[in-house]
Nanobody, 122 residues
Framework: QLAESGGGLAQPGGSLRLSCATE????????IGWVRQAPGKEREGVLC????????EYEDSMKGRFTISKDNAKNTAYLQMNNLTPEDTAVYYC?????????????????WGQGTQVTVSS
């Protein structure tokens, strides 16, 4: 089970930190990441962190603004989002599998959370 939290309303230029608490998984042996879906758009990969801590960046638009991290002891992952823009408004899903998927296959993650809404608006 994956449970996201931390979504909400942020102003442009603001920050939010999302959390994904996992139950029944060990992040020492799994990769965990984030995928988002904006209104009326297809799902879009955000970031993934492997069991070894390697990070996969899926989209250039988030580079330098979004950071993924994890706490293996808590089996929890985090998505720090800075300098938010209205284009970041989306439902953010936590995803998990044995490895990070590539830029062309990130919809293949086996496990998905229910998502948390992030709205960026003034």
């Amino acid at each position: 089970q994956l449970a996201e939290s931390g979504g909400g309303l942020a102003q442009p230029g603001g920050s939010l930190r999302l959390s994904c608490a996992t139950e029944g998984f060990n992040l020492d042996n799994n990769a965990i990441g984030w995928v988002r879906q904006a209104p009326g758009k297809e799902r879009e990969g955000v970031l993934c962190i492997s069991r070894n801590g390697d990070v996969i960046e899926y989209e250039d638009s988030m580079k330098g603004r979004f950071t993924i991290s994890k706490d293996n002891a808590k089996n929890t992952a985090y998505l720090q989002m800075n300098n938010l823009t209205p284009e970041d408004t989306a439902v953010y899903y936590c995803v998990l599998d044995a490895w990070c998927y590539s830029r062309t296959s990130y919809l293949g993650y086996k496990y998905w959370g229910q998502g948390t809404q992030v709205t960026v608006s003034s």
